[in-house]
């Protein structure tokens, strides 16, 4: 069976989900002047606040973003192809409880960009939380699950990617909550938590464009 135009739409939306998150947080950190935009130090969030100040009691660090209309933009584009490539696959990358359940749970960390796109920081604290927890929760859980998926789909076909994102989320996660730069700062380790999710989905969306027959799926139950 070949791949049909809504597969295909919806890898061309995994393929370009990455990209538009990293030339939004590029451009937006870019444009900021003083001080200038750390990599190391600075979180994702505060690419998005809309004020200028000192913010985060835990780290506290002076947080003046003026391109955070671009960032936000740019976030909720992310979710808005995430969840596309997510829901234009749905059937194609397999069937079962396990694949199912990792859809799921990686759907739900779209909603978690949204969140914290429609509320930065420094506007609702409470649901921009709420959205990296489901970003960083609920989207690395779901990569985790999808590790589990049966040989017989292209999940499983594809697990070797999916274990070592999920396995790179995980690590990042950890660290980034426990506030442990290891080397590359807190803001880049929370990187290392975020971005293995839209990658991962590039990866795919780019595998399931030059390879759109999927493996054979037993009847639906």
Known sequence: MNLSRTGRVGALCWVAAAPVFLVANLITGVRWQHPTYSWA??????????GCGVWDTTRPRYVCSPWYPLMNAGMLATAVLLAAGLLLTWRIVGRGGVVRSAQTLLLLATTGYVLAALYPADVDENLHVLGAFLIMGAGNVGLLVAVLAPNSTLLGRWRRLTLAAGLTALVGTVLFIAQHGVGIGVGGMERVAVLPFPLWACCLGVLLAENPTPATQPPAP
């Open 41 to 50: 130090t600075n979180n994702i969030s505060d690419l998005g606040n809309v």
